[in-house]
């Protein structure tokens, strides 16, 4: 079970998680964490700067995180799949 305000970027349209990412910001949320992995990291900065910059202006990235995976392709098989953690809060 995840936590309200994570948003995990997929392979949808972006324009579905900068509308997720907004109604968190709209439903009380003053941080909303955006994450992503591989290929998915290139959406997640999309999804955070439309967001930023068309839809909440007073909203700002606070921290942003990347780290490497080691994830299980098969069987005695091993691969290293980059995430990131863009964490947005509104401004004061």
């Given at each position: 079970m995840s936590p309200d305000n994570v948003v995990f970027i997929?392979?949808?349209p972006?324009?579905?998680y900068?509308?997720?990412?907004?109604?968190q910001f709209n439903s009380g949320n003053s941080t909303v964490n955006i994450k992503?992995?591989?290929?998915?990291i290139v959406r997640a900065v999309d999804v955070a700067l439309i967001t930023q910059r068309r839809f909440l202006q007073?909203?700002?990235?606070?921290?942003?995180?990347?780290?490497t995976e080691e994830m299980s392709v098969g069987e005695d098989e091993w691969t290293n799949v980059s995430s990131m953690e863009?964490?947005?809060t509104i401004k004061e």
């Open positions: 997929g392979k949808k972006t324009m579905n900068v509308l997720a990412v907004v109604t992503a992995r591989g290929k998915a007073n909203v700002v990235v606070e921290d942003i995180n990347i780290w863009i964490v947005m």
